[in-house]
C-alpha cells in the first residue's frame, strides 16, 4: 500500500442530494467544510432506492441484482469490507438498519460488527425466528424506545470506541439512521413527539400518501431539514474528537447516502416509487488526509455512482483486489475525474430493485440527457429528457422510438446478465415492439 490511511465511510440513511444545497433551508456547516476539504461529486446517483440493494452495491462494487444480492449478499460475494481486511485493515461496521444485517449477511468481512437492530424483516431463505415473532419483537422495542434507530450521538460513542481500540489502520462503515422517517425533527426524543412522528409518517408513507394536508406536507419537509441539521452537528462533534486524538489528519471521510427520499414529486412518500432522480440523486463527498496530495475544494459534475465509491478509495490508499473482485467489479475509480482528467465516456447509471414479497423489477437507466424506467409490476416503461424536463414530470416515449429503442436494449441486456448470475430472480418476458426486436436480434439477444 502506498500510506497507511484509515478510511471512514459515512452512509446517511435517506439524505437527498438537494437538501444539502445553498437555498434548501437546512444548515449543515460541517457538511460545507467537508466539501471545502475535499472533493464534491454533484451528480452521484445509486444502484437502490430501498437501503439492502443500495448497499449490495457500495459494499461491493457491482449491481444489486447480480451473483443473488439485493436483499442478502451471497457467501462467496467479494466484499469491499475484505479487501480492506485482506490489506491489513482492521474492519469495523456500526449502524441500527435491520436490512444491513448480519441476518443479510452484511457482516462479512468486518472484524467488528455492531448492530442495534431487531431483525423484522427475514427473506425466504435465512434462517432464525419466524417472521411473526420478529414483527412483534420489533414493535415492542419500538414503543419502549424513544427513538425508532439509534441516535447518531450514541453511534458517536461506539464509533470512538472502535477507532481507539483499532489500532491503525482502519475502515470503519457507519449507517445514519436519523435523517431516515419517521422524521423526529432533530434531537426531541420525547414519547409524545416520537408518537406523533410514527403517526404522520405512517399515513404518508403507507396508509394514505393523497391525504396529506398541505400543513402536513410542511411538516415532514421541516422535520426532515431539523433532521439533517442535527445530524450535521453531530458528525461535527465526531470530527473534532478525531481531530483531537490525532486521527482525523490521517482519514479518508466520505459521506453519501444509500437513496433519497420523496415528498410527493412522483405521487409517494419515502422510498418505494421507480428510481426517480429525488430518490437515486444522493450527496458524494471525499475529504482526503491531511497529507495526500490529492486535490481539495473540487467540484466534479460528471455522472458518477455510488458502486465507484470505495474502488475510488481502494485506489487512493493502494491497496490490492483480489483476482475474483477485479472479476465482478463494476465500478471505477474516481481518481482520475478528481485530478481533472476527463474520460473516454460516460458510464450508464443502473438502478435496480426486485419488488419485496414478488418476482417484479424495477429498473431504471440514467444518462446526463435521459432517463428511462422500467416498472416489472405492470409492464410499463417511461422515457423523461432530463435536458428538457428535470423534475421527471413529462413521458416522451413516445416522440423518441429510437432512444427507447436503445434503451430497451440496454434493459434486456441487463436482464440477461441477471439471469445468468443470479438464479433466484425471475426474469420477465419482455413485451417489445419490431423495432426493438430487430436491434436486439442485432446485438445477438433471443426471445
Not at 500510506?3 to 439524505?15: G, H, K, R, T, W
Not at 444485517?101 to 431463505?125: C, I, K, L, T
Not at 414483527?135 to 414503543?143: D, E, G, H, Q, V
Not at 455510488?306 to 471505477?332: F, K
Request: charged letters at 30%; proline letters at 5%.
Amino acid at each position: 500500500m502506498e500510506q497507511d490511511y484509515n478510511v471512514l465511510l459515512f452512509v446517511v440513511d435517506s439524505l437527498r442530494h438537494d437538501v444539502l444545497n445553498d437555498g434548501s433551508g437546512a444548515k449543515t456547516p460541517t457538511i460545507n467544510k467537508l466539501k471545502s476539504e475535499g472533493s464534491v461529486f454533484t451528480n452521484c446517483h445509486s444502484q437502490g432506492i430501498s437501503t439492502a440493494p443500495a448497499m449490495t452495491a457500495m459494499l461491493t462494487g457491482r449491481l444489486p441484482l447480480d451473483y443473488g444480492g439485493h436483499w442478502y449478499l451471497d457467501k462467496e460475494q467479494p466484499t469491499f469490507a475484505e479487501v480492506f481486511r485482506g490489506n491489513g485493515y482492521h474492519t469495523g461496521a456500526i449502524h441500527s438498519n435491520p436490512y444491513v444485517s448480519a441476518r443479510r449477511n452484511f457482516d462479512r468481512g468486518f472484524d467488528h460488527f455492531e448492530e442495534d437492530v431487531v431483525a423484522f424483516e427475514p427473506d425466504g431463505g435465512l434462517e432464525g425466528a419466524p417472521e411473526k415473532f420478529l414483527r412483534l419483537a420489533s414493535r415492542a422495542a419500538r414503543i419502549f424506545s424513544r427513538t425508532p434507530y439509534t441516535p447518531a450521538e450514541e453511534v458517536n460513542e461506539d464509533i470512538l470506541s472502535f477507532v481507539s481500540d483499532a489500532g491503525s489502520p482502519w475502515f470503519l462503515w457507519t449507517q445514519y439512521m436519523d435523517v431516515h422517517g419517521p422524521y423526529l425533527g432533530g434531537d426531541d426524543f420525547s414519547y409524545r413527539n416520537k408518537l406523533r412522528a410514527e403517526w404522520l409518517w405512517r399515513k404518508a408513507a403507507v396508509r394514505d400518501p393523497d391525504g396529506i394536508t398541505d400543513a402536513e406536507h410542511e411538516e415532514l419537509r421541516s422535520n426532515y431539514r431539523r433532521e439533517v441539521e442535527y445530524l450535521d452537528g453531530a458528525i461535527g462533534n465526531l470530527l473534532e474528537e478525531l481531530n483531537d486524538s490525532g486521527e482525523l489528519q490521517n482519514t479518508f471521510v466520505v459521506l453519501t447516502a444509500d437513496h433519497g427520499d420523496e415528498f410527493y414529486e412522483h405521487g409517494c412518500y419515502g422510498h418505494g416509487n421507480l428510481p426517480y432522480d429525488e430518490l437515486t440523486h444522493v450527496p458524494l463527498i471525499i475529504r482526503p488526509p491531511d497529507e495526500s496530495d490529492l486535490p481539495r475544494g473540487e467540484i466534479v459534475d460528471e455522472l458518477v455512482r455510488c458502486m465507484d465509491i470505495l474502488p475510488t478509495v481502494i485506489d487512493a490508499v493502494g491497496a490490492n483486489l483480489s483476482e475474483q473482485h477485479q472479476e465482478r467489479l463494476a465500478g471505477e475509480t474516481l481518481l482520475p475525474l478528481v485530478n481533472g482528467q476527463n474520460r473516454d465516456e460516460e458510464p450508464l447509471v443502473v438502478t435496480e430493485k426486485r419488488v419485496r414479497g414478488e418476482d417484479d423489477l424495477r429498473i431504471g437507466f440514467r444518462t446526463t440527457q435521459w432517463k428511462y424506467l422500467y416498472d416489472g409490476t405492470d409492464d410499463n416503461r417511461y422515457l423523461y429528457n432530463l435536458t428538457e424536463d428535470p423534475e421527471e414530470t413529462t413521458d416522451v416515449s413516445g416522440q423518441n422510438p429510437d432512444v427507447i429503442d436503445e434503451f430497451e436494449s440496454h434493459l434486456r441486456e441487463r436482464l440477461t446478465r441477471i439471469d445468468e448470475t443470479s438464479a433466484n430472480v425471475e426474469i420477465p418476458d419482455l413485451n417489445t415492439g419490431a423495432g426493438v426486436e430487430e436491434r436486439l436480434k442485432a446485438l445477438g439477444y433471443r426471445k
